[in-house]
């Protein structure tokens, strides 16, 4: 009988324990790893008598669930890290490629009615800590130029012109003057901007 008077009264100083600490708890991300852990604590309490019955630990079982319970938690935030970085890296490719796009378009017809040759690809350069994707934080624009051959050139061009005449001489393509077009279309300094050539030369 005595024993049950203990339990009752336990549970009874438990419970009014757990309310003080509940209301002095701050608002925190820990708060709901507080009131799982009193939440254990009283179950162990209310199955003490079974504990006590079958002479089994209450402190292991409730270090086991603690145990548990955190490495859900943990794996938990692991994977939703994991999912916010992917999201970041899949919207920073799409807003360059959008980027690419804008760019390209900006200055096909000049570069292809001056100089002959075209935009075939676009890299960007961005400082590591930066976080987010936009004009201001663009460190360097790398140019991939080729050179159009002259029924292509006579598709897009609008206006007649003799496409026998050489626009632009493939071996001294003037990288200087174009990087000046660059940077007046795209309102970027000049020194932003590398030209890979057809071929691999970098300027």
Request: charged share 25%; glycine share 2%.
């Amino acid at each position: 009988m005595s024993y049950i008077q203990e339990w009752v009264t336990e549970i009874i100083v438990f419970i009014l324990i757990a309310m003080i600490v509940d209301l002095l708890l701050p608002q925190s991300s820990m708060q709901k790893y507080v009131r799982f852990a009193v939440g254990m604590i009283l179950v162990l309490i209310f199955l003490q008598p079974l504990f006590h019955l079958f002479n089994a630990n209450p402190s292991q079982f409730l270090q086991n669930q603690l145990f548990s319970e955190f490495e859900e938690s943990e794996q938990l935030e692991k994977e939703i890290e994991n999912q916010k970085i992917e999201i970041q890296a899949s919207q920073r490719a799409y807003i360059l490629n959008q980027i690419a796009v804008q760019l390209k378009k900006t200055v096909e017809e000049e570069l292809i009615n001056q100089y002959g040759v075209m935009i075939e690809d676009i890299n960007f350069s961005f400082p590591d800590n930066a976080e987010e994707v936009n004009w201001e934080n663009l460190e360097m624009v790398s140019v991939q130029l080729k050179q159009v051959d002259k029924a292509e050139r006579q598709e897009i061009q609008e206006v007649d012109i003799d496409i026998d005449e050489e626009i632009t001489n493939e071996e001294n393509l003037p990288v200087e003057d174009i990087k000046n077009d660059l940077s007046s279309f795209w309102e970027i300094s000049k020194e932003k901007i590398t030209i890979n050539e057809e071929g691999g030369n970098q300027t």
